[in-house]
């Protein structure tokens, strides 16, 4: 594994540990050249997915901008970082149990709307506005009466 600090091509494992409920492994490395040291995390992947965008652009599914997107609706929310840690793992596993190896980006807006719906309201109108492209008040007052929220229940 490449330092991310000098770039040295090798750097050494100090410590090995499951994470994420035995879904990865996380482990500490040091940097032989410049003694740096980091963490990498190793994940099982079933397959290389490609996500077909709106626009007919294809892009390779990466997990970190998927973990953005959801973290920039969860901002300032009190959910514990695990919670969203499971809740990206099983939306991961669902895209690659589609047996699909090119996804439409709707498949995965529509599975994390479903995952923010059951974990955070405000996270889930959030995410909502964004991918449903909202572009006024009346957006909002729409979708939440159609959703049933903040209908005062």
Do not use: H, W
């Not at 994470?19 to 032989?32: K, L, T, V, Y």
């Not at 840690?85 to 709307?113: A, K, W």
């Amino acid at each position: 594994m490449r330092c991310p600090f000098c770039g040295q091509v090798e750097s050494q494992v100090k410590d090995s540990r499951p994470a994420e409920d035995g879904a990865a492994i996380r482990r500490r490395r040091s940097c032989p050249d410049c003694d740096g040291r980091f963490t990498t995390f190793e994940r099982v992947q079933l397959r290389e997915l490609t996500i077909l965008k709106r626009s007919g652009r294809r892009a390779p599914f990466e997990r970190e901008k998927l973990i953005r997107s959801i973290s920039i609706a969860l901002r300032k929310r009190p959910i514990e970082p695990e919670r969203i840690e499971r809740m990206v793992n099983g939306i991961v596993r669902q895209l690659e149990s589609q047996g699909e190896i090119e996804l439409p980006s709707s498949s995965v807006g529509e599975l994390v709307m479903t995952a923010l719906k059951s974990l955070d309201d405000v996270a889930y109108v959030r995410y909502a506005s964004v991918y449903r492209d909202f572009r006024q008040t009346e957006d909002f007052a729409k979708f939440l009466g159609q959703e049933g929220l903040g209908d005062g229940d």
